[in-house]
């Protein structure tokens, strides 16, 4: 057993909750209003005998570890760390958790960072970009400190090293190290002549890379400048922020976190002593990044590029950090500069703009109304439109009622005549959305009765295994809605087969949730499938499925019996069945009036007889 396995057999889930939200007996299970989502009644359930939690409002679910990573805000190690003293577990450097698949990829991440390093300090080949990063300003300290390597202009050289440590070809490909070639079953390295920039997690572990092009060849090569790790089971860039490792405590010392755009902005700072910035690497920021500035400090300063781009993902970022209620500042960099520039010519330049920084909404203000004439009603009108979209998207009554106040008296229009403006606003986009709405809707509401139905009908399965030979024998997968639950559907008749091989004359079948969960964990860790070379399927997708539906049985079908039970489950057979054969019937109606055109007579008798076929199915579910 491992630490996390462990802390969580001695701990009860209930118990742990019930610290942060009151919970309420509801059956088997308790229930409560879910603390990461605002609701009016509750949907958040917890399952005392399972150990697991689902909300049925925001989709949010899991153990008792990841309840609190949510809640708190912390990482898988930090939550282990806060739930072992309540388990009375002591937590060792050396556990078995180190043998992980998680910790493979770690590993791996960590020997490349360590040699990428060596060969930019030590490798002729490194040339061009140690003069890159001498050009930049950057000092050997500082490349030290980020650990930036360099890697060689090699098809295979880092596989190399990696295998002669033990490592294979799948781990090295899914750690984001390296790429298959198409149609062959042969690897190469993914980073080629490129100086490599880590990324590193908040708590200083390597995860991915961000590779620039070597500058000798920037004029010619094909790829972009920059290439980046793919995502990864170790890397999800929507939950990093570069250099956060590095400034956490600077933030919460200084109270406020600087975002810049780029990592050599990031890194510039950090070597001139502005130790409280991060980068977000050219992306808006996330609700998951903005969870891990929050746990450091509720003020945010934004210093993007002064171009299109750089506005663009400032007002994306401003838009996240609104919805978590953050202080929010807009730095404005003198001269037009970046960051890195402005800091290296002048860091006194640098420190009055982060001191002059203007408040999210002020300096919305100063951007549309710099140099526009307010004399004429078509200027008014235009910055009226502009403004009152993003008054209308903050959160605060106060302030959305200060900020059109403030509006009215800058262009001198009356307040009401504003609100009457927003309002017909508003009017007008539902108007368009209900004008669109009718096919659209109906579309939604069939394929959406298609899937809880089918959601169900597995909720069904997992509680009244009994009957699971019942439904094998009326429905195959391709009946199923939902391609979650196809999946599921499929694994469940995999495992069902296996137990009842298994089980002993007169034995009861039963679906153990413990071993289903470890059954399809096992399975789909070792069967991580690439989605395309930049991409991998979620591990936890199927458990965390399941534990929703496993809850969703819970709670709709408490004082179900076998006969009950039956009953839905042919209702809902029923259901999937002939809108699956309906369905069909369409595609062969196309298919039949294509023979058709074609005179493809002998096309046209096979589609016809299968048509039949279907239509008297039909009629015999009617």
Not at 70 to 97: C, H, W, Y
Request: hydrophobic share 40%.
């Amino acid at each position: 057993m491992n630490s996390s396995d462990e802390i969580k057999s001695k701990l009860d889930i209930v118990d742990i909750i019930r610290d942060y939200i009151p919970l309420k007996a509801a059956g088997v299970n308790f229930r409560a209003n879910c603390p990461f989502h605002h609701e009016k009644s509750p949907s958040f359930i917890v399952s005392p005998e399972k150990q697991i939690w689902h909300c049925f409002g925001c989709g949010k679910g899991g153990d008792v570890i990841s309840f609190v990573m949510d809640i708190e805000g912390l990482s898988f190690i930090e939550a282990l760390r806060m739930l072992a003293p309540k388990a009375g577990i002591t937590l060792v450097r050396q556990n078995p958790e180190l043998t992980s698949k998680r910790n493979r990829l770690l590993d791996i991440l960590e020997i490349s960072v360590k040699y990428y390093h060596k060969i930019l300090l030590s490798n002729a080949q490194a040339g061009a970009a140690k003069e890159y990063l001498a050009k930049r300003g950057l000092s050997d300290n500082t490349i030290d400190e980020w650990q930036i390597g360099y890697s060689p202009d090699s098809w295979d050289d880092l596989i190399i090293l990696l295998k002669s440590r033990g490592f294979t070809d799948n781990e090295i490909f899914l750690a984001g190290m390296s790429v298959k070639k198409e149609g062959m079953g042969r690897f190469y390295n993914r980073f080629r002549d490129r100086i490599m920039f880590p990324i590193f997690d908040i708590n200083g572990a390597p995860v991915a890379f961000s590779a620039r092009v070597n500058p000798a060849k920037e004029a010619t090569e094909k790829m972009g400048k920059y290439i980046n790790s793919p995502q990864t089971m170790v890397y999800d860039k929507s939950k990093i922020l570069f250099g956060l490792d590095k400034a956490k405590m600077a933030i919460k010392a200084n109270n406020l976190a600087i975002i810049v755009e780029g990592q050599m902005d990031a890194i510039t700072a950090h070597q001139n002593g502005f130790k409280n910035i991060i980068a977000s690497s050219g992306t808006a920021l996330t609700g998951e990044q903005i969870n891990l500035i929050k746990r450091y400090t509720d003020n945010i300063a934004l210093a993007f590029d002064a171009d299109t781009a750089g506005e663009l993902a400032a007002d994306r970022g401003i838009r996240e950090a609104m919805a978590k209620e953050m202080n929010i500042k807009v730095i404005e960099v003198p001269l037009g500069k970046d960051p890195d520039e402005c800091i290296k010519s002048n860091p006194t330049e640098w420190k009055k703009a982060v001191t002059a920084a203007k408040p999210m909404m002020q300096y919305y203000f100063d951007k549309i109304f710099a140099n526009l004439d307010l004399s004429t009603v078509d200027n008014r009108r235009e910055t009226a439109k502009k403004l009152l979209p993003t008054i209308f998207k903050l959160g605060n009554a106060i302030e959305k009622d200060y900020w059109l106040k403030k509006l009215s008296a800058k262009i001198d229009v009356e307040e009401n005549i504003l609100r009457e403006t927003l309002q017909k606003m508003k009017a007008t986009k539902q108007e368009a959305e209900y004008k669109k709405a009718p096919d659209r809707a109906s579309r939604e509401i069939v394929q959406t009765r298609q899937e809880m139905l089918s959601e169900l009908l597995i909720a069904l399965i997992l509680k009244f295994p009994i009957l699971f030979s019942y439904v094998l024998d009326h429905l195959i997968p391709e009946q199923i809605a939902g391609d979650g639950n196809q999946r599921l559907y499929k694994e469940l008749i995999i495992y069902y087969n296996n137990i009842t091989v298994s089980l002993f004359e007169g034995e009861a079948m039963d679906f153990n949730y413990q071993e289903l969960s470890n059954w399809l964990k096992e399975k789909e860790i070792g069967q991580i499938s690439v989605i395309n070379s930049d991409e991998l399927r979620p591990q936890s997708e199927l458990v965390n499925l399941l534990d929703r539906l496993m809850l969703l049985a819970d709670r709709d079908f408490y004082n179900f019996d076998n006969e009950q039970a039956k009953n839905e489950i042919i209702r809902i057979i029923v259901f999937l069945k002939k809108q699956y054969l309906t369905n069909r019937m369409k595609e062969l109606e196309k298919l039949i009036s294509e023979a058709e055109k074609n005179n493809d007579k002998a096309n046209i008798v096979s589609l016809m007889e299968e048509l039949k076929l279907i239509f008297e199915e039909i009629k015999e579910l009617s």
